[in-house]
């Protein structure tokens, strides 16, 4: 009986420092250096992983109804690429979750003018009225608007070719839009999972409903490092004003957000129809085949 017990201590020792090894050594093949460290995120050991992507986003704006917001904050949009699948004379890539959950980072972006900016007209509740106001005498007006992924990363689309010529979609995003402060509470978007906003983002000619003018995106600079296995596309500028937004949800909290919803709405202008809605992100882009990363 002794001599079982300490063969299966053994085997448990055993197997303990073998997952310890592995641990380490993914560790260690995750850690990358110098440009190669724009991948670690990257899942580049999946066998659907063709290429790597680390594309931040340094500035632009986003404009909503009637308000603008802009980006002062660098959003990050990273992970595995798949090999492009043909769609008539189009050839589209899919993204793959980044392997630390952050996919798209969630960074906040202040709101011009905040929670005054949003102030509740006379014909508001009495209530209402009170906590605004009340957020404002304690300093608590500031307002970030935050951009997250609506749906799998599966669901991102990426065209290189269109991003490098300036026509067609370049980048498909489903998004929304989390609106942040203590008075509107945690749940406060605009778009969700079941009602996206859809970015169709091109560094070409938009093209927005009749009576909207076109606006026009910018393809970057490309440039090669590391023995040209490295990409680096810079001062891209990928555009969208024919997207949609639908009403804002959950602001106030469940006992609230009957009441705040429909002031949030009125003061930004939601819902708003294509055309009304802006969205302009100037980007720097990395892309590396995943074989080269885990060379590395």
Aim: hydrophobic share 40%; with cysteine; proline share 7%.
């Amino acid at each position: 009986m002794r001599r079982k017990k300490r063969r299966v201590v053994r085997i448990a020792a055993a197997m303990g420092a073998a997952a310890l090894a592995v641990l380490v050594v993914a560790s260690v093949a995750s850690a990358h250096e110098g440009i190669w460290a724009k991948f670690d995120n990257c899942p580049s050991t999946n066998p659907e992983a063709r290429k790597c992507i680390n594309s931040v986003t340094e500035s632009g704006e986003v404009v909503l109804g009637k308000k603008t917001v802009p980006i002062v904050n660098p959003v990050t949009l990273q992970g595995g690429v798949t090999p492009p699948e043909e769609r008539g004379e189009e050839f589209f890539e899919h993204l793959i979750a980044a392997t630390n959950g952050e996919t798209l980072s969630k960074t906040p972006q202040p709101v011009p003018g905040g929670l005054l900016g949003l102030v509740p007209p006379e014909s508001s509740p009495q209530l209402i009225r009170e906590l605004v106001e009340a957020a404002a005498e304690n300093g608590l007006t500031g307002v970030n608007a935050t951009l997250e992924l609506a749906r799998p990363a599966s669901e991102v689309e990426l065209s290189e070719s269109n991003l490098a010529f300036e026509e067609g979609v370049a980048l498909k995003m489903p998004v929304k839009i989390h609106l942040e402060n203590p008075f509107l509470g945690e749940d406060c978007f605009v778009g969700s999972s079941s009602s996206p906003l859809i970015w169709n983002l091109t560094t070409g000619a938009t093209t927005p409903p009749a009576g909207v003018e076109p606006i026009h995106g910018f393809g970057g600079e490309l440039e090669f490092f590391e023995e040209s296995q490295v990409a680096e596309i810079a001062g891209s500028e990928l555009v969208d004003n024919a997207w949609s937004a639908p009403k804002s949800s959950g602001c106030g909290g469940i006992l609230l957000e009957s009441l705040v919803d429909p002031i949030i709405d009125g003061q930004v202008g939601l819902p708003s129809a294509a055309g009304s809605n802006v969205a302009v992100l100037q980007t720097t882009s990395w892309l590396a085949r995943a074989v080269s990363v885990n060379e590395h």
